[in-house]
C-alpha cells in the first residue's frame, strides 16, 4: 500500500525566512500526492495537490513538485508570515488517502 | 454551506466506559472517513463510509470499534470499552467523490482516556 514519511518537527523560523518541510513517499504505482495544514483550533484544509510526476502545486507562497525519480514531494515556501504557524500533513492518495506525522511549524515575528 | 461538523469536542472517560462520537458531513457528500491520531504520530485510516454503506473498514483496530452511517448523512463512531491507548483526536472529513483527493475535515473530537 501507500504511505509517506515526512521530517519531523517542530520547526521555528523567523518571519520571512525560507521554509522547506521534507516528505518522501511509497507506493505501487503513482499516487496523487497532498499537502494539509492545519491551523490551531480548525480542521485540517487541502493547501495543494499534484496529481501527476512534474506536477508543481501551489497555493498561499507555498509550492511542492511532485517528483517520481526521488518518490518525493516537499513544501517549500520562500518567505514565511507569522500567520503560517500551523502543523502541515504530507498525504498520498492511492485506494485512500495516507497522512504522514504532521510537522509542526512555529513563525516568530 | 455548513462545513463537516463533529461532537463532542472533547471527551473525557474512564478505562472500561462507552464513548460515541458523532461526525455530521458536508450535505450531498456520499462519503464519509474516519481517521485517528495518536500523540502526535500520523494520521491513521479507520473507515470510509460510501453513503450508508462500509467501502473500507480495514483500519479499524479491533472490535471494540463500531462506525455506523444511518442513511448515508451522519455517521457515530463509538467505542465500547474504551482503553488507554484508544486516547487521541478523531478526525471525520467528507467528500463528494472518492479518488479527487479534497477531504474536507472536521475540527476533530479529542477523546482522553483515564
Known amino acids: 500500500g501507500n504511505s509517506v514519511t515526512q521530517m519531523e518537527g517542530p520547526v521555528t523560523l523567523s518571519e520571512e525566512a525560507f521554509l522547506t518541510i521534507n516528505c518522501t513517499y511509497t507506493a505501487t504505482g503513482y499516487p496523487s500526492l497532498f499537502w494539509y495544514v492545519q491551523y490551531p483550533g480548525e480542521g485540517l484544509q487541502l493547501l495543494l495537490k499534484?496529481?501527476?510526476?512534474?506536477d508543481k502545486g501551489s497555493n498561499k507562497g507555498f509550492e511542492a513538485t511532485y517528483r517520481k525519480e526521488t518518490t518525493s514531494f516537499h513544501l517549500e515556501k520562500g518567505s514565511v508570515q507569522v500567520s503560517d504557524s500551523a502543523v502541515y500533513f504530507c498525504?498520498?492518495?492511492?485506494?485512500?488517502?495516507?497522512f504522514g506525522a504532521g510537522t509542526r511549524l512555529t513563525v516568530k515575528p | 454551506e455548513a462545513g463537516v461538523t463533529q461532537f463532542p469536542s472533547h471527551s473525557v472517560i474512564e478505562k472500561g466506559q462507552t464513548v460515541t462520537l458523532r461526525c455530521d458531513p458536508i450535505?450531498?457528500?456520499?462519503?464519509l472517513y474516519w481517521y485517528r491520531r495518536v500523540m502526535g504520530k500520523e494520521i491513521k485510516f479507520l473507515l470510509h463510509?460510501?453513503?450508508?454503506?462500509?467501502?473500507?473498514e480495514s483500519g479499524m483496530p479491533n472490535n471494540r470499534f463500531l462506525a455506523e452511517r444511518t442513511g448515508g448523512t451522519y455517521s457515530t463512531l463509538k467505542v465500547q470499552p474504551a482503553e488507554l491507548e484508544d486516547s487521541g483526536v478523531y478526525f471525520c472529513?467528507?467528500?463528494?467523490?472518492?479518488?479527487?483527493?479534497?477531504?474536507?475535515f472536521g475540527e476533530g473530537s479529542r477523546l482522553t482516556v483515564l
Open positions: 472529513a467528507s467528500s463528494p467523490f472518492q479518488f479527487t483527493g479534497e477531504l474536507f
Open positions: 450535505s450531498g457528500h456520499d462519503n
Open positions: 498525504a498520498s492518495q492511492g485506494n485512500d488517502m495516507r
Open positions: 499534484a496529481t501527476k510526476a512534474d
Open positions: 463510509f460510501v453513503k450508508e454503506s462500509k467501502q473500507d
